[in-house]
């Protein structure tokens, strides 16, 4: 009897180890070089300009970074100086992730910008203008630092926001000048047909 119950277990044991399951594992994960990089442009948007903490700038871009513009590129100063310029004109400013792709040393993100121009920046004056755009910028990031970016927004949406929602101030701004020449034209028309006069 014992001798039959032996030849069964053993004859059951490889089923009984198949749906037993195996205690998990606790070997970290390699975080991939493209997770790595995705981390180092959300710091951008999170840190540099949704908190405003542009010191970080040093530890995320490399020190010959080139911002590639459609006419002109700009280095790291530039840049940054672009981006103190935008925060002080629109201190309320949010940018949002829509999108993020990693591909080898490159992140693509899509993002969208929320704000209002309740600050003058030179040359804007204060304007109470609320935008709101999408824009998309690529990334090559080297060693965890940024190297390269391409970005591209639809400046004509911003200028449509703008006549949008000043087009009164600029209806009045624009009656005036015309006023204002008519004036200047007429005065100077006066001014002449004196000079002309008195050398008659």
């Known amino acids: 009897m014992k001798r ?32 790595m990089n995705k981390a180092v442009a959300r710091r951008v948007f999170d840190e540099i300009f949704n908190q405003g903490k542009f010191q970080v700038a040093d530890e995320i871009y490399a020190k010959d970074f080139v911002n ?25 400013l949010k940018m949002t992730v829509d999108q993020m792709v990693a591909e080898g040393d490159l992140v693509t993100v899509v993002w969208t910008i929320h704000g209002t121009n309740t600050a003058a920046a ?13 824009g998309i910028t690529v990334w090559r990031i080297v060693d965890g630092r940024i190297r390269e970016e391409w970005t591209d927004f639809d400046t004509f949406r911003i200028i449509r926001q703008v006549v949008d929602q000043l087009k009164w101030q600029l209806l009045g701004i ?24 008195a050398k008659g």
């Open 4 to 35: 039959t119950i032996a030849i069964m277990l053993l004859a059951c044991a490889p089923a009984w180890a198949v749906n037993t399951p195996t205690p998990a594992r606790s070997v970290p994960i390699a975080v991939s070089q493209q997770e």
């Open 68 to 92: 590639h513009g459609l006419h002109r590129d700009a280095n790291l100063q530039e840049d940054q100086a672009a981006v103190h310029w935008e925060k002080q004109a629109l201190p309320d």
């Open 122 to 134: 030179s040359p804007l004056p204060a304007t109470g203008v609320k935008l709101e755009l999408r």
């Open 174 to 197: 624009l009656c005036a000048a015309v006023l204002l020449i008519w004036l200047v034209g007429r005065g100077l028309r006066k001014l002449w047909h004196l000079c002309w006069t």
